[in-house]
Nanobody, 125 residues
Framework: QVLLTESGGDSVQAGGSLRLSCTAS????????IAWFRQAPGKEREGVAA???????NYADSVKGRFIISKDSAKNTVFLQMNSLNNEDTGMYYC???????????????????WGQGTQVTVSS
């Protein structure tokens, strides 16, 4: 069982930046894929970014060049640096993890086994 806790959500003006954190209850850096998902009101959940145990990353097209996912293995924490935020980035952001093969947020990728409670990001213009 892996417990995930997100933090860092806030209200921000368009064009601004935020950094989200996801802290795991156990050591995850050596075998887990950690990802960020988001869900806006009335919309389906979508994958944002993922980072594998070896540090490889992948991103949704909508955030490439603006968001950066990284990790601090010593602190069992994964970060999502979000820059140039726009209204479309508004939503609840969730951290998720799995220890199986394939680390991706692309549609159709394998399901994640563990989920956090989410942190709200609101972007206003």
């Amino acid at each position: 069982q892996v417990l995930l806790t997100e933090s860092g959500g806030d209200s921000v003006q368009a064009g601004g930046s935020l950094r989200l954190s996801c802290t795991a209850s156990t050591r995850t850096s050596s075998e887990y894929c950690i990802a960020w998902f988001r869900q806006a009101p009335g919309k389906e959940r979508e994958g944002v970014a993922a980072i594998d145990f070896d540090g490889s990353t992948n991103y949704a097209d909508s955030v490439k060049g603006r968001f950066i996912i990284s990790k601090d293995s010593a602190k069992n924490t994964v970060f999502l640096q979000m820059n140039s935020l726009n209204n479309e980035d508004t939503g609840m952001y969730y951290c998720a993890a799995h220890s199986g093969w394939g680390c991706s947020v692309a549609p159709g990728s394998r399901d994640f086994d563990y989920w956090g409670q989410g942190t709200q990001v609101t972007v206003s213009s």
